[in-house]
Nanobody
């Protein structure tokens, strides 16, 4: 059974930073494409960042230069470091594993 558990969300002022974590079980992160997605109120879920099996990364244009996705193979975890946060980054952030598996999400709220 695959489980993805996000943590690290919270309330932060604009310009601040947060680090999201995704603890994976039942799936090996180093052998799967892992990603972070987000869904803001009234909007569709959108891609934030992915890390591939080779370690290659991909980012949404809106977060390039501010967010960094990383993978901890030893702990079977994926992280999302978010810097210079903006109010428009406010959303529920979801961890995705191997395309098919989703966590329950963690809320990030950025105040202006």
């Amino acid at each position: 059974q695959v489980q993805l558990v996000e943590s690290g969300g919270g309330l932060v002022p604009a310009g601040g930073s947060l680090r999201l974590s995704c603890a994976a079980s039942g799936i090996i992160v180093r052998y799967n494409i892992m990603g972070w997605y987000r869904q803001a109120p009234g909007k569709q879920r959108e891609l934030v960042a992915t890390v591939g099996i080779s370690g290659s990364t991909n980012y949404a244009d809106s977060v390039k230069g501010r967010f960094t996705i990383s993978r901890d193979n030893a702990k079977n975890m994926v992280h999302l470091q978010m810097n210079n946060l903006k109010p428009e980054d406010t959303a529920v952030y979801y961890c995705n594993g191997g395309i098919n598996y989703w966590g329950k999400g963690t809320l990030v709220t950025v105040s202006s």
